[in-house]
C-alpha cells in the first residue's frame, strides 16, 4: 500500500513537472505589412484560454504559453486575424496584412451604415482628421469647401453668429432651407433661438473635436430615410467612441491670432473737405453752410479741419476704433480606451475666441462621455451623453446704429475721445457733434451676452437575436437653455431712446427635444450570390419650446443691472409651443452576383404641424447600381480597379414651418386699459401639407491604376411642388394672407470629384478636388411676386432671390448725370437701350443673381517621414453681392456719411469719363438702389494651411509618451477676389426670408493664425 501511494505521489510530481517544464515564455513584436510600423493594443491570446495579452506603444508583447503545441491568436482592427503555433520558438515577430474589406470606407446613412462599394445613393463624408486643430467655431465652418455641392456661408464676422449652409441649392421659398442635423442619431435643434441682434448658432454649441465623422446625405436615396425632413439634405454626425486596448491619452492645444480678412478706404479729413464742399457748391448750396457742420463736428476748432499744421488737426480712421486683433485658444483632453466588453470615450475641452470687432468673443466649455458594454454575446448596452456651456459677447445687427461697423459714417474731422468730457465723441451739453451716433458708446456702456447650456444624449439597447437579425432600441433628448441679457446705459440713449435712465431686456428661452428610433437590422448572405441588407422601425420626436422675456427701465447707477434694480417693470411676455412627429421607416438593400446592386427607402410621417385632412405623407425612393468593374470585360482592363454606374429617385419633404400653421388661431394679447379680450389672428387651413422634392441622381464612381486615382460625377434634379407660400385672401375675410400649398420650382446641376494618391516611398501625397454647379428656378408660384432685402425677389422663371432692379448705365460726360438704361419695351417687342437721367423711367430688370454657378474645393495633404503638411483651397463663382450702404457710404456726397475713396473719381467737368456721378449734395445723384451697387463676388481662398512636425519614437520614448506632434494652422490666409467691399463672404445678419446676397456694414471674416501642441500618453 506504501510502494502504491508513493508511485502515485511520484507519478504526480512528474506530470507537474513535465507541465512546468514545458511552459515557457514568448515575446515579440506585431508591425504592419503596409509600411512596418509597429501596431500597439494587438490582442494576443492562446487559443483555447483565457490567457492573453496586448502589445505596447512599440508593438512589443510577452506571454507565458503553456506548451509548446500552444497556438497563439493575433487579432487587430483593420487587419486579418493570424494563428500561428508556438512550436519550439521563443521570439515569435508577427506582420498583420490589413483586411481589405474592413478598411474599406463605411458611410454613416441613417439607422445604420453602408460601405462605399455598396452605396446606391450619394453621400459626402469629412473624416476627424480633415477638420480636427481648426481655428473655428462651428462644424460647418470646418467643412467648408470639403464636401461637392454643399455651399457654406458666414453672414459676416461676428463669432458664434449664424451660418448659412445649402446641400444642392435652395428647395423652399418660404420654409426652412437649412439641413437636418442628426448627432449619434438624435435629430437636433439648429435653429437660431436669439431675439437680440443676428441669429445665433445652435450648431457651435458641439465640439467639433469631438466629431469622428459628419455624413452628408444629398439624394433622395441616401435622404429619404428621414422622409419629411430631407428636402434640404441631411447631415448625420457621429461622435467618437472608444477602442480595446490600452487607455490613451491624448492633448491638443492651439493659441492664434486674427486679423480683419480685408479692409476699406474711407476719406481723410482733407478729401471729405474737398468733396462735401464740391457737393454742396454743385447743388446750389453754400459753402459756408458746410463749414458751419464742419466746425461742429471738429468739436468746434477749425484748426482740426482746416490747419494740418495744427497740434489738434485730426484725421480719424474710424475703421480702426473697431477692428482689432482677436485671439483665440483652445484646450481639448481626450481618453479612450476599455477591452474586448466594455469601451470608453471621454472628453474635456476649453475654447475661447475674441473676435476682430471690439466686444465680440466666444466661448465654450465642453464634455462628452460615450460608453459601449457588452453584456453578453447577444446584448449590447451604451451612452453617449455631452454637455456644453456658451457664452456669446454679442453685438447689435447690422442694420443698428450701434453696431460697430456702421462707424465708418462719421466724419474723419471728428477726434474719437471728445477733450472736453473725457468720453467718445458723440454729444455735448444736449447737442451732437457727430453726423450719428457714436456706436463706440455702446461698445462701453451696453451689454449684450447669450449664455446657453446645452446637453445631447442618448441611451442604447441592442439585441442580437439572430446572427442575421439584431433589434435596437435609442431613446435620446437636445435640451437646450439660451439667457439673453441686455443692458443700455444712460449714456446711449442717443440711439436708445427708451434708456434715459437705462433699460434692461432679459429673455429665457428653453428647448427640449426627445426622440425615440426602434428598429430591426437585418444582414444576410446566401451563398455568396444574395447579399440582403433590411431596417425596418418607427420613430418618434416631440418638442417643447418655452420662452420668457421682460423689460426694466430707470436704474440708480450702471452699477445695477438686474431686472430687480429697474424702478420701471416696462413689459413681460411668454410664449410656449409643441410640435410632434411620428414615423415608420424601412430600407432594403440588395446585391446580387457581387455586381448588381438595389435599394428601397420609404418613410410615412406623421406631423402635428400640418392640417388634419394630410397629417400623414409618404416618402419613398429607389436606387439601383451595377458594379462593372465586377464584369470580365471590365477585369480584363488592367488600368480600371474600379467602376460603378448607380442611378436614384424619391421624394423628401420640407416640414419646416411654425407649429400651428394649419391651424385656426386667436390671440388673447389684446387687452385694453386692463379688460382682457382677444381676436382671432389666423384662418385654420385643414388642407396644409408638406412641401415635396422629387430627386433624380445618376452618378458614375471610378478608379484606376489599383485606385490611385479615383473620380465621381454626379447629376441631379430636384423638383419641388406644393410649396409653402403665404397667399392674399380676400380682405372681405377680415385677414390678408393664408398659408397654402402654392407653386414649384427645381435645382439642377453637376457634382465632380477627383481623388490622387501620388504616393511614393516616405513621401505621400493625397489630393482631391471637387466642384458643383447648380442652376434654381422657380417654376411657379401663381403670379406672386415676393420681394425681400433690398432688390430680391422670388419670381417665376428665375433664380430664388435673384436681384431685380434698374440698371446703371454710368455717367454723362456732358454734365455728370447718373445714367440708368430704359429697359422699356418699343411698339415692335423690342428693348429699348436708350439711357435716361431718371430712375423713376427706367424698367425694373434681372441685374444679377445671389446664387453662385459654381463652388468647389482643392486639398493637399503631404507628409513626409515626420512632416506632414496641407493645404485646402475653397472658392465660389458667380454670384453678385448687392451693397446696401452703397447708397450711405458711396454716394458721391449726397450726404455727409464719410466715403469710400473711389469717390473722388467722380465727374467735375465735360468731357471726364468715370463711373463715378458728379457731387451734389442732397442731389440723389445716382444713389437709387440699382445695379451700381452690385458686383461680382466671385472669390477664391486659401481656406486651411497646416504644417506640422512628428517626433519621432526614438524621443517620444524618452518623454514616455506614445506621440508628440507640433503645428501651425492658417484660416482664411488668402482671398483673391474683385468686390471691393470687406469681405466678398457676406449676407448680413438683419435680413430673413428671400434676402440672399446683401452687405450692409458686415464685418469681413476673420483670417487666422495659430500654432498647437498634440500630445498623446
Known sequence: MKKLLLMSFLLVVGILFQSNAQER??????????????????????????????????????????????????????????????????????????????????????????????????????????????????????IQGRAAGVFIESGNGKVGQGVKIRI????????????????????ITSNDQSTTGGPTNPIADINFNDIESIDVLKDAAASAIYGSRASNGVVLITTKRGKAGKTNVNINYFSGSSEATGHRDFLNTAQYVELFTEARVNNGYSASGGYTRFDRYALGERARWQDPTSANYTSTNWEKQVLRTGKINQFDLSITGGNDKTKFYASGSYSKQDGIIVKNSFERISSRLNVDHKASDKVSLGINFSMARTFNTRLSNDNAFSTPMQIIALAPLSPVIDPRTGEYTDSYNGAVVTQYYNPLLSIKYTDNNTEVYRSIGNVYGQWNILPSLSFRSEYGYDMLFQNEEQYYGKETSRNNTTA?????????????????????????????????QAVAGMSYQQSKRSYLDATARSFPSDSYKMLI????????????????????????????????????????DAS????????????????????????????NIPQI?????????????????????????????????????????????????????????????????????????????????????????????????LLKNVGELENKGWEFVLRTDNSFGDLKWKASINAATNANKILNLQGQVITGGFLNRAVEG????????????????????ALYYKNTKNTDGSIDRGTTNDVNQAEYVVIGNPNPKWIGG??????????????????????????????????????????????????????????????????????????????????????????????????VNKLKLSKLRVYATANNLLTFTKYTGWDPEVNTDYLGGVAAGNDFYSAPQPKTITVGLNLGF
Do not use: C
Open 168 to 187: 444642392r441649392g435652395s428647395s423652399s421659398v418660404s420654409a426652412g432651407n437649412n439641413p437636418l442635423y442628426v448627432v449619434d442619431g438624435i435629430p
Open 641 to 737: 480597379s474600379y467602376l460603378k454606374v448607380r442611378a436614384s429617385y424619391g421624394l423628401t419633404g420640407n416640414a419646416e414651418i411654425n407649429n400651428y400653421a394649419a391651424l385656426g388661431l386667436y390671440s388673447a394679447s389684446f387687452g385694453y386699459v386692463g379688460t382682457p379680450g382677444q381676436r382671432p389672428v389666423q384662418l385654420a387651413n385643414p388642407d396644409l401639407k408638406w412641401e415635396k422634392t422629387a430627386q433624380t441622381d445618376i452618378g458614375l464612381e471610378v478608379g484606376f491604376l489599383n485606385n490611385r486615382i479615383s473620380a465621381e460625377v454626379d447629376y441631379y434634379t430636384k423638383k419641388t411642388t406644393d410649396l409653402l407660400l403665404n397667399v392674399n385672401v380676400p380682405g372681405t375675410s377680415g385677414y390678408s394672407t
Open 25 to 142: 515564455k514568448i515575446t515579440g513584436k506585431i508591425t504592419s505589412s503596409a509600411d512596418g510600423s509597429a501596431l500597439p493594443s494587438v490582442t494576443v491570446q492562446v487559443v483555447g484560454t483565457t490567457k492573453g495579452t496586448q502589445t505596447d506603444a512599440l508593438g512589443n508583447y510577452s506571454i507565458i504559453v503553456p506548451s509548446s503545441k500552444s497556438v497563439l491568436s493575433f487579432r487587430f482592427v483593420g487587419f486579418i486575424t493570424q494563428e500561428i503555433p508556438v512550436g519550439s520558438q521563443t521570439i515569435l515577430n508577427v506582420t498583420l496584412k490589413e483586411d481589405s474589406k474592413a478598411l474599406e470606407e463605411v458611410l454613416v446613412v441613417g439607422y445604420g451604415t453602408q460601405t462605399k462599394t455598396n452605396l446606391t445613393g450619394n453621400v459626402a463624408q469629412i473624416s476627424s482628421k480633415s477638420i480636427e486643430g481648426l481655428p473655428v467655431i462651428s462644424t460647418e465652418q470646418a
Open 608 to 635: 402635428s404641424r400640418f392640417g388634419t385632412n394630410n397629417r400623414y405623407g409618404f416618402f419613398p425612393s429607389a436606387s439601383a447600381g451595377w458594379l462593372l468593374s465586377e464584369e470580365e470585360f471590365i477585369k
Open 500 to 532: 434715459v435712465n437705462g433699460e434692461a431686456y432679459k429673455t429665457n428661452t428653453l428647448m427640449f427635444n426627445y426622440s425615440t428610433n426602434n428598429f430591426f437590422t437585418f444582414n444576410k448572405n446566401l451563398n455568396d450570390l444574395h447579399d440582403i
Open 858 to 955: 482643392f486639398t493637399n495633404e503631404f507628409s513626409y517621414k515626420g512632416i506632414d503638411f496641407s493645404f485646402t483651397f475653397q472658392g465660389v463663382y458667380g454670384n453678385s453681392v448687392y451693397n446696401g450702404a452703397g447708397k450711405f457710404m458711396s454716394a458721391n456726397g449726397d450726404f455727409y456719411d464719410n466715403q469710400t475713396i473711389d469717390q473722388m473719381s467722380r465727374w467735375q467737368k465735360p468731357g471726364d469719363i468715370t463711373n463715378v456721378p458728379q457731387a451734389r449734395y442732397l442731389g440723389g445723384n445716382g444713389t437709387a438702389e440699382s445695379s451700381r451697387y452690385l458686383q461680382d463676388a466671385s472669390y477664391t481662398r486659401l481656406k486651411t494651411i497646416t504644417l506640422g512636425y512628428t517626433f519621432p519614437s526614438s524621443v
Open 798 to 817: 428665375q433664380p430664388l432671390g435673384v436681384f431685380v432692379g434698374p440698371e446703371y448705365a454710368g455717367v454723362d460726360p456732358a454734365n455728370g448725370d
Open 565 to 604: 434694480s429697474g424702478a420701471t417693470k416696462a413689459d413681460a411676455n411668454s410664449t410656449e409651443n409643441f410640435y410632434s412627429f411620428l414615423s415608420y421607416f424601412g430600407r432594403v438593400n440588395y446585391k446580387l452576383n457581387n455586381k448588381y446592386l438595389f435599394g428601397f427607402t420609404g418613410r410615412v
